[in-house]
């Protein structure tokens, strides 16, 4: 036998020794460290835009030019006091499964090339269906985030409600169609207009719908658009969770209106639908489990890393029907859909290995108080502004964003930039209903009172009048 010091696994411990170090610096310095990166994407391009190197090295040096070079450059984004987008850390369960994803390195494409891997999507995504109030046979393609969620969903929508009128969309394709239009609220996410193009619809598909205040969708008048549609092979795209005032559609109203007419009802909910796993936000969601179809992030609420989406479709088969792939080399199981029939990828990573660590992790109860303290720790945030002069709360906080104004554009994008700058937090900036705003949405699993005390604070300085008090 070969001596393990002469085997090309020999350099592993080392290796891995290093990545310790790294990732526990990396880990316990989330919380003290500059939200901001120190450099931004100019240095951190004059930093390593170098000419592909003739020859190679060690493991170990390649990891080291690795940190040193991009240090600088990251975002501490998974910790407690990041609040832009709509952004989750990594519970610890799931960062652990994570790595163990990289390390095993098995392609989830097949149940026979990972039969684990598969298992253990299908065990997950039956748990994010029964915790999100969800039909439990539904499929659940594991795909990069909501924005393929929302593609993939609106696959299944636009074969399912072709069929119905004879057209073969797989086979037949587009031309020549009756079409499909796609009934919408004019706040809905822009991932449904991207995913529309993508289907060859094109957002000229659109039917759009007025919405509210709050950027919920005003039912009469859905009734009204879904009336003049005619028998145009029609789809509902929901919203459960605006991206800036966090509000829900009526999903039960708006569903049983869609149902009413012959369309497909969908639910963009790539945060939103984890309202569904609390006690006290469950409201939100009531009537979720009409609709045929659903997106959802892991990498948002639930606090999976990056790259965790789901698509759940209630007929597995419209979803196998959109997404299968006839191959001489490829044999599917008879006991479960496979995976590459439930996503439009093909070769992936097993992305539902962190899923089933981060649901095991916290069990029912950890994932209703992920959720409820977020959303307490909004409300908090909220309350907090009436001591910030000059300050609006623009939004009513139903869950975890919350949308705060100054005078006027000006003045908000420099208590913005002042803000960042600061690096006690960081947030980002939106516009609502013709004003810009800062957004604030409270996703981390790991924000405290005392987070959310130190940015009321930081946000308190960066608004201080230039050359008054705190200003100089
Ligand atoms: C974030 C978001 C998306 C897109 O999700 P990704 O995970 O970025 O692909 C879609 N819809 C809504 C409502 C979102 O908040």
């Not at 549609?229 to 509000?247: F, H, I, K, Y």
């Not at 007929?315 to 996503?343: F, W």
């Not at 869950?399 to 947030?427: E, H, K, P, W």
Request: aromatic letters at 6%.
């Amino acid at each position: 036998m070969t001596a393990a010091a002469e085997t090309p696994y020999a350099g592993y411990p080392g290796l891995l020794d290093e990545v310790r170090a790294h990732a526990l610096d990396w880990l316990t310095g989330l919380p003290d460290r500059p939200v901001r990166p120190s450099a931004d994407v100019k240095a951190c391009l004059d930093a390593l835009d170098r000419e592909l190197p003739e020859h190679g090295e060690d493991a170990r040096a390649t990891l080291a030019a690795l940190v040193a070079a991009v240090g600088p450059g990251l975002m501490a984004s998974p910790g407690p006091r990041f609040f832009g987008w709509v952004t989750g850390g990594s519970v610890p369960a799931a960062m652990a499964a994570d790595l163990m994803a990289v390390v095993w390195d098995q392609n989830a494409v097949l149940s026979e090339a990972a039969p684990a891997a598969t298992a253990v999507e299908r065990v997950a995504g039956r748990w994010l269906c029964d915790l999100l109030g969800l039909p439990v046979g539904s499929a659940v393609g594991f795909v990069t985030g909501a924005q393929m969620a929302n593609f993939t969903c609106l696959a299944a929508a636009r074969h399912a409600v072709l069929a119905r009128v004879g057209w073969d969309v797989e086979e037949q394709g587009l031309a020549g169609s009756p079409g499909v239009r796609v009934v919408t609220g004019r706040d809905r996410h822009s991932t449904v207009d991207l995913a529309l193009r993508y289907l060859g619809l094109g957002t000229g598909a659109i039917a759009e719908v007025d919405t509210d205040g709050e950027g919920r969708l005003d039912l009469r008048d859905l009734d009204r658009v879904l009336a003049v549609g005619g028998d145009v092979p029609t789809v509902v795209s929901l919203a459960a969770g605006n991206v800036n005032t966090g509000s829900y559609d009526d999903l039960r109203g708006g569903t049983d209106q869609g149902h009413a007419h012959g369309a497909w009802v969908h639910v963009d909910g790539a945060f939103g639908l984890w309202a569904g796993a609390a006690p006290t936000t469950r409201h939100h969601v009531d009537g979720v489990e009409r609709a045929d179809s659903w997106a959802v992030d892991g990498h948002k609420w639930l606090n999976t890393p990056y790259d965790s989406g789901f698509a759940v479709v209630a007929d597995p088969a419209a979803l196998a029907e959109s997404m299968s792939q006839a191959s001489s080399y490829v044999t599917y199981s008879d006991v479960v859909l496979d995976s590459n029939r439930l996503t439009p990828e093909s070769s992936r990573r097993a992305r539902g290995f962190a899923v089933w660590a981060a649901l095991r992790s916290l069990g029912r109860s950890g994932v209703a108080d992920l959720v409820e303290r977020t959303c307490r720790h909004a409300r908090t945030l909220a309350a907090a502004m009436s001591g910030v002069p000059g300050a609006d709360v623009l939004n009513q906080v139903v869950i975890n964003q919350v949308l705060v104004a100054f005078a006027d554009d000006a003045r908000t994008a420099a208590v913005l930039s002042a803000l960042q700058a600061d690096g006690t937090a960081y947030t980002t900036g939106t516009r609502w209903r013709g004003r810009a705003a800062i957004r604030f949405s409270v996703s981390n699993w790991s924000t405290a009172d005392a987070d959310v005390a130190a940015t009321v604070d930081a946000l308190r300085r960066a608004a201080a009048p230039a050359g008054g008090p705190g200003g100089r």
